[in-house]
């Protein structure tokens, strides 16, 4: 069982930031990648960032120069930094994590957090 709890969202001016966070905890053996995703409405849900263990990270053309995204492995825990934000931006943005539950490098698993509203409007 893992969880992962976000916090961050909210409403935001064009041209402003907000930084979104993101912690996983529970029967965690390893992560392997943690990754930002956002739905708009009518939209499916698409990648923004992710960043794996080692550090490396992949950004959607949208959001590239403008997100940053990072993450702490001893807290289990990312971020995706936001500047330069756009109406373009708004949706619902979710933390995700592939767990590797033990010690068998097969066993893993997709987590999904609940999802936080980021709207940017004047």
């Known amino acids: 069982q893992v969880q992962l709890v976000e916090s961050g969202g909210g409403l935001v001016q064009p041209g402003g930031s907000l930084r979104l966070s993101c912690a996983a905890s529970?029967?965690?053996?390893?992560?392997?990648?943690m990754g930002w995703y956002r739905q708009a409405p009518g939209k499916q849900r698409e990648l923004v960032a992710l960043?794996?263990?080692?550090?490396?990270?992949n950004y959607a053309d949208s959001v590239k120069g403008r997100f940053t995204i990072s993450g702490d492995n001893a807290k289990n825990t990312v971020y995706l930094q936001m500047n330069s934000l756009k109406p373009e931006d708004t949706a619902v943005y979710y933390c995700?994590?592939?767990?590797?539950?033990?010690?068998?490098?097969?066993?893993?698993?997709?987590?999904w957090g609940q999802g936080t509203q980021v709207t940017v409007s004047s």
């Open positions: 529970g029967t965690i053996f390893s992560i392997n990648v």
């Open positions: 960043i794996s263990s080692g550090g490396s990270t």
């Open positions: 995700n994590a592939l767990v590797q539950l033990d010690s068998s490098a097969t066993n893993y698993r997709n987590y």
